[in-house]
Each structure stands twice: as C-alpha cells, then as structure tokens.
C-alpha cells in the first residue's frame, strides 16, 4: 500500500476538473486502496482523486469511528436532492486547519459505480450527505472554501502561502 501525497489548497490542480473512470480494473482498485490509506492516516472521513492528483471521478468516503463501512464511488451523479438545507462546519484534507460553514441538502440521493463496475444507488443523509456532496464538488474542482466570502477565502489562501512557507524553511533548516 502506498501513502498518496493530498494537494493542498491553493494548489491550482485542485481546480481541474475530473474525467469519468471507463476501465474497472486492478490499477483502479490499487488507487481507490491507497487512497483508504492515506484517508485514515489523516483522519479524514472523505478523499476524492482529485485531491491526490488523480483527475478521475472516484471518491473514497467512511464516515464511522472503527472505520468499517468503506465506501467507493465512481462516476457518482446526484439524482436527487432534498430542498431542505443546512449549515454546518466543514474541513478539507486539502485545506488543513481551515472549518467554516457551508449550506448543503440535508439529504441527496446518488447513482455512482463501485469497484467492480456495478451501478449502485446510495440514500444518504445527515454526515454522509454532507461528505458526498463535499466530495462529489471536489470531482468537479471545487474546493469548499470556494463557497465562502472573497474576504474569507484570501484569508485562508495567506494563512495556508505562509504555512507552507514555514513547513518549506523547517524542512530545509
Ligand atoms: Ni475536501
């Protein structure tokens, strides 16, 4: 198994938006593995390709303490969202430190692919809504602190420009 290196924002590669997967096959199962991997290591509870520079329509999500119920999806389309929304706090691996309000469907409804090529359908609702809408946007190259206020988003891009400034002169040091 192989620890992924997670971009981080403002990485411009974030913004690209991904392909969808056509071939279901063992290099696919090795990324969606690593990516399990790299997720837990950092105490995430959802990972896109996208974020691990992979620009395909895959994203990893386990929303539970004992990391037991892994999901995978592929190609995932929301087909169905509630009109009822709410705000709460989110955090990215791509934006480390960083939680602020976001306003989502409380519950959506999914269609995506697993591992094997199989078309799944996935209700979800409460923190699994929120990640795989969280996710699924990373997929199309947006990050979440995209929803916040101009102001609010050039004080995160600094406060980040500097920390990895630091992280780049204590490395070297
Ligand atoms: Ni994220």
Redesign the pocket.
Known sequence: MTQLTILRYPDPRLHTVARPVVQFNAPLRELAGAMFQTMYEAE?I???AT?VDVHEQLLVIDVSEAHDQPMVLINPEIVWSSPETRTGD??????PGIYDGVERSLAVKVEAFDLDGKRRVIEAEGMLAVCIQ??M??LKGK??VEYLSPLKRNRIKTKLIKQLKEEARDAVA
Not at 90 to 95: A, D, M, Q
């Open positions: 995430g959802g990972l896109a974020q989110e955090g990215c691996l791509s934006v969280h996710e946007d990373h990050v979440f």
